[in-house]
């Protein structure tokens, strides 16, 4: 069975300063690989996904993911954080399309002035 | 273009009262659909699935059903809510030609 980890269940960061989300995966094949954002309240929004080809993926918002086969890892990252980037991410694994997903614990990150 | 809806937004509960959770989705046809749920603080369970009018799988056991009278309908009920049903309930679908799921905006329910 899939599974996704998220190491950090907290990550404070100052504004302007660069962002660093870890995923980790637990899957044989080669997975569909996501990062959802969720603000307080609100559903989840997708930033950005992987699922073949270029190994760097661009989302919304500034966002980047890179996908490592080797070290079974998705990290997500933004040069930059904005105050209104403060939310929690979730990284999540499917086997195929429009198939059911694993999510992670999620790592909700502040951001400081 | 697609959307999804939740009804209602919040919802405040006594424990051992039922309980009707809504789903539905706009402009498309036979998706698959997804409940969640969010407790306090963790992330995100999934509850249940359907490929299909009528069929539901149930990923965890627990004091919840599924239903979905309708395609593009998505109901998740309870006979009588425990204390530990709180949370934010998440709908959601997919299908075969979009690889991602997209989330409705969730149900605060809070049983008291």
């Known amino acids: 069975a899939q599974s996704v980890t998220q190491p950090d269940i907290h990550i404070t960061v100052s504004e302007g300063a660069s962002l660093e989300l870890r995923c980790n995966y637990s899957?044989?094949?080669?997975?569909?690989l996501f990062w959802y954002v969720q603000s307080p309240g609100q559903g989840l929004q997708l930033l950005l996904k992987?699922?073949?080809?270029?190994?760097l993926v661009q989302g919304i918002k500034g966002f980047e993911a890179e996908f490592k086969r080797s070290q079974s890892s998705f990290n997500l990252r933004k040069p930059s954080v904005h105050w209104s980037d403060a939310a929690e991410y979730f990284c999540?694994?499917?086997?195929?399309?429009?198939?059911?997903?694993?999510f992670g614990g999620g790592t909700r990150v502040l951001v400081k002035p | 273009s697609q959307t999804i809806h939740q009804w209602p937004a919040t919802l405040v509960q006594p424990v051992g009262s039922p309980l009707s959770l809504e789903c539905t989705v706009e402009g498309t046809s036979n998706p698959n659909l997804y409940w969640y749920r969010q407790a306090a603080g963790r992330g995100l369970q999934l509850l249940f699935y359907s490929v299909g009018i009528g069929q539901i799988s149930s990923e965890v056991p627990q004091n919840l059903s599924a239903s979905r009278p309708q395609d593009r309908q998505f109901i998740l009920s309870s006979k009588k809510l425990l204390l530990s049903d709180s949370g934010f309930y998440l709908c959601?679908?997919?299908?075969?030609?979009?690889?991602?799921?997209?989330f409705g905006p969730g149900t605060r329910l809070t049983v008291l």
């Open positions: 959601a679908w997919n299908q075969l030609s979009y690889n991602e799921q997209f």
């Open positions: 899957y044989g094949a080669t997975p569909y």
């Open positions: 992987y699922f073949s080809g270029d190994t």
């Open positions: 999540a694994v499917g086997k195929a399309a429009g198939n059911k997903l694993t």
